[in-house]
Each structure stands twice: as C-alpha cells, then as structure tokens.
Nanobody, 123 residues
Framework: QLQASGGGLVQAGGSLRLSCAAS????????MGWFRQTPGKEREFVAGIHWRTSTVFYGDSVKGRFLISRGNALALVPLSMNSLRPEDTAVYFC??????????????????WGRGTQVTVSS
C-alpha cells in the first residue's frame, strides 16, 4: 500500500514537499510516479522515476520547478515542489508499477495507487 502525505495550503511562489510511504516490499518495482487531479479532469502526470536507473521524467507544466528523487521506504519518491502556482492546486497521488511496458508518464501503466494528498496554492 502507498500513502501520500505532505500536502497543504501554500501561497503562490512557495514550496511543498510530498512524500509517499509504502507498507510493503518495494522489490521488483519498475517505476514510480506522481500524478495530480482536479475535479472533472483526467489524472495528469507530474513526475516519474525509473527505479533501477533513477532516470527521472517530468510533465511539461512542472519542469524546472519540481524535483523527484528516489528515497527510502518511509519516503519512497519525495517530490519537492517549488515556485508553486495556483494552477498546481490538485489532489496529488503517488503510484507504483512493476510492469516494464509503456511509458512512465502513462497513467494506465501503474498498478498501485496511494490515497491522494491535497495541495492548494493561493494567489
């Protein structure tokens, strides 16, 4: 099981750091990612990391502002979010995949999802 945490309310230009904790083994993980979703919209790719190589990928809207890394079991894929904007407001989800087929930014390739954490950026 995955559990995202670290969300909250922040002013535009501020920073937050999200964490994703796992209750089970991470052996065999192919990749992990962060996605976000606002009401009425599809889940959007934010950032992902290839577990073995630590190669990282970012959605276009967060490049240069967000940083994903590989952590430990308590904080598997910390996501540092800087220069936050009101349009970053969303529920953020962490996810894991064991399969190697498909791109890391494809929401359909992730098998395990954590409960989301709300991020609200005020203007």
């Amino acid at each position: 099981q995955l559990q995202a945490s670290g969300g909250g309310l922040v002013q535009a230009g501020g920073s937050l750091r999200l964490s994703c904790a796992a209750s089970g083994s991470t052996f065999g993980i192919y990749g992990m990612g962060w996605f976000r979703q606002t009401p009425g919209k599809e889940r959007e790719f934010v950032a992902g990391i290839h577990w073995r190589t630590s190669t990282v990928f970012y959605g276009d809207s967060v490049k240069g502002r967000f940083l994903i890394s590989r952590g430990n079991a308590l904080a598997l894929v910390p996501l540092s979010m800087n220069s936050l904007r009101p349009e970053d407001t969303a529920v953020y989800f962490c996810a894991a995949r064991y399969g190697a087929r498909g791109e890391l930014n494809d929401v359909r390739t992730y098998e395990y999802w954590g409960r989301g954490t709300q991020v609200t950026v005020s203007s």
